[in-house]
Structures are given as structure tokens and as C-alpha cells.
Nanobody
Framework: QVHVVESGGGLVQPGGSLRLSCAVS????????MGWYRQAPGQEREFVAM???????WYADSVKGRFTISRDNAENTVYLQMNEMEPDDTATYYC??????????????WGQGTQVTVSS
């Protein structure tokens, strides 16, 4: 069993900052890519950022320059530092982890989501 748990969501004013965390626990061999997706009310889920085990990072254009993704391989944890936040950042944020279990190919795992609201 693999568990993915996000934390750090909440209410923040425009221009403020939040830091999301996602910890992966359970039985697995290793974690390859880790990333963040979000889904705003009435919209489809969209990619936000991802980071490889070697720490290469990719960002959606909408958050580039404002958000920073990082990870701690020893702790099986990925973070998303969100700065200069805007109302359009309001969404449920989901953590994604590509997990290798035993000798199997990486399997996508998802967290339960954490709510982020940007409002004055």
C-alpha cells in the first residue's frame, strides 16, 4: 500500500505565499517523478509543476517565476512554494507521485487534495 498525503493549504491574500507539502509512505521501491496538479471550480484538472528524482523541474506557464517545486528524496517528500499568489490560483491542489513497487513499472499515485483559496 502506498499513501500520498498533502498538507499546507489554506486561505491567503493576493500577493501572499503558501508552502504545500506532500509525503509518500508505505511499501515501495522508489519514487520517480513527483508533481502537483490543481482543479479550480468549474474547470478541468491542470498541470502545475513536476520534478524528477534528479531534481529537474518543469512548470506550467501560468505559475512560472512564482512557484518553486522541490523534493527531499531521503524523506520521500515534495514541496511547492507558492509566491505572489493570485485569485486564479484558487483550486484544490493534488500531489502526484510515480511510484515503483517491487519490480513493476512506475504507477501513478494521487493524494486526497488540499484546498488553496486566494482572496482578500
Amino acid at each position: 500500500q502506498v499513501h500520498v498525503v498533502e498538507s499546507g493549504g489554506g486561505l491567503v491574500q493576493p500577493g501572499g505565499s503558501l508552502r504545500l507539502s506532500c509525503a509518500v509512505s508505505g511499501s515501495f521501491y522508489t519514487i520517480n517523478g513527483m508533481g502537483w496538479y490543481r482543479q479550480a471550480p468549474g474547470q478541468e484538472r491542470e498541470f502545475v509543476a513536476m520534478i524528477s528524482r534528479a531534481l529537474s523541474a518543469w512548470y506550467a506557464d501560468s505559475v512560472k517565476g512564482r512557484f518553486t517545486i522541490s523534493r527531499d528524496n531521503a524523506e520521500n517528500t515534495v514541496y511547492l512554494q507558492m509566491n505572489e499568489m493570485e485569485p486564479d490560483d484558487t483550486a484544490t491542489y493534488y500531489c502526484h507521485a510515480a511510484v515503483e513497487v517491487l519490480a513493476l513499472s512506475p504507477i501513478p499515485h494521487w493524494g486526497q487534495g488540499t484546498q488553496v483559496t486566494v482572496s482578500s
